[in-house]
């Protein structure tokens, strides 16, 4: 059991300071916070002049505000949760503002591996979930990651084709298909046409780490009925990038 006397009160105020900082509560005067930590008002006027001072907090000279500095206090953590865990959260809120089903998956060989998945709907004949494998030659995030490659490296994952056809649209020509991936690096993002499945399109982008490396796939699947091709870039890649934005600095 911890000994009271190896235990830093100081830090431990602080942090009550900040977890009274909430959705309904982000702007918060000096009585409010100390009401809502139950610290008296003097201890909460120097535990958010400390958080002022080292660029936590942000003070009008009447009410404080947190930063997005405070968010490195979870970065360390995050950076040790499984994929999965961490990017649950951003697809869903994802899935729910746009009415389509997000994915995120891994590259295992010449597969994609789904590890997490926000479904609004069915699109494809094939229950997708965790741990549902695809082709990667074929599926929006399998190019994304596929084009972080050198040709080599890709030519080893797949070899030189012709690939199977899993419909009339599917990209089966080695030549063809690397000049696609060429395309996919350049543009940053991938689309898909049908050539997974009849009737389902997906646009896709990279996920990457701090260190600016391809570690995992971002995607929006949904109904050919619901957007044609063109449509997709203008719909979903902002929200797409958004996240690949958000994401980057918390994958390792």
């Known amino acids: 059991m911890t000994n009271e006397r190896d235990l830093m009160s100081g830090l431990a105020k602080g942090l009550r300071v900040i977890e009274?900082?909430?959705?309904e509560r982000p702007r918060q005067s000096i009585a409010e916070v100390a009401e809502a930590s139950a610290l008296d008002r003097a201890t909460a006027r120097r535990c958010l002049l400390t958080l002022a001072h080292h660029g936590y907090a942000d003070y009008d000279g009447k009410f404080f505000?947190?930063?997005?500095?405070i968010l490195r206090l979870g970065t360390a953590c995050l950076a040790t949760m499984p994929l999965p865990q961490i990017v649950q959260?951003?697809?869903d809120a994802l899935s729910d503002r746009i009415g389509e089903s997000s994915s995120v998956s891994v590259l295992d060989g010449?597969?994609?591996v789904y590890v997490a998945?926000?479904?609004?709907?069915r699109v494809m004949s094939i229950s997708l979930m965790p741990g549902s494998r695809l082709p990667a030659y074929c599926t929006s995030m399998g190019r994304v990651m596929l084009a972080?490659?050198?040709p080599d490296e890709v030519q080893a994952l797949l070899g030189p084709g012709p690939f199977p056809a899993r419909t009339a649209q599917t990209i089966t020509d080695g030549a063809v298909l690397a000049a696609e991936l060429g395309r996919v690096r350049e543009q940053g993002y991938a689309v898909i046409d049908q050539e997974v499945e009849?009737?389902?399109r997906s646009i896709?982008?990279?996920l990457l780490s701090a260190r600016g490396r391809v570690v995992a796939a971002l995607n929006v699947g949904l109904s050919a009925t619901h957007a044609t091709v063109q449509d997709l870039p203008a719909r979903f890649l902002r929200d797409l990038l958004r996240i690949q934005a958000e994401l980057r600095g918390l994958l390792r």
Not at 65 to 69: H, S
Not at 117 to 121: I, S
């Open 20 to 23: 009274t900082f909430t959705a």
């Open 65 to 69: 505000t947190l930063t997005p500095r």
């Open 89 to 91: 959260p951003w697809l």
């Open 110 to 112: 010449a597969e994609i």
């Open 117 to 121: 998945r926000a479904a609004q709907q």
């Open 148 to 150: 972080a490659l050198t």
């Open 198 to 200: 009849q009737g389902l």
């Open 204 to 206: 896709a982008v990279p």
